[in-house]
């Protein structure tokens, strides 16, 4: 069973960036997809970003396309998520997780995902 634990997040002014990592521990997350999701208060969790087990796919939420980043270092066990520009409403906590439904694609709904992890908190102040 795998543990995922999210770092990096904090406050930040708008325009500046962020790094999250999401260490894996308990099995290797090297042949699975991985995202990242977010969820502001009072709203639904949304998806942000997905990178395939093979690194080559990605897919991003057209909100966060062209300034957020997706990565892994599948000999760390650690998914990343570079943002930068951020703005106000990127605020939330965001979450890693784990998708084993879509073995050689990616997904952008939070049903093909199982595994959490208990997020950590970015606030953009404007």
């Known amino acids: 069973q795998v543990q995922l634990v999210e770092s990096g997040g904090g406050l930040v002014q708008a325009g500046g960036s962020l790094r999250l990592s999401c260490a894996a521990s308990?099995?290797?997350?090297?042949?699975?997809?991985m995202g990242w999701f977010r969820q502001a208060p009072g709203k639904e969790r949304e998806f942000v970003a997905t990178?395939?087990?093979?690194?080559?796919?990605?897919s991003y939420a057209d909100s966060v396309k062209g300034r957020f980043i997706i990565s892994r270092d599948n000999a760390k066990n650690t998914v990343y998520l570079q943002m930068n520009s951020l703005k106000p409403e990127d605020s939330g906590v965001y979450y890693c997780?784990?998708?084993?439904?879509?073995?050689?694609?990616?997904?952008?709904?939070?049903?093909?995902?199982?595994?959490w992890g208990q997020g950590t908190q970015v606030t953009v102040s404007s």
């Open positions: 990178i395939g087990r093979n690194i080559v796919i990605t």
């Open positions: 997780a784990t998708n084993t439904h879509t073995y050689y694609t990616v997904s952008q709904l939070s049903s093909d995902y199982d595994a």
């Open positions: 308990g099995r290797t997350i090297s042949n699975i997809a």
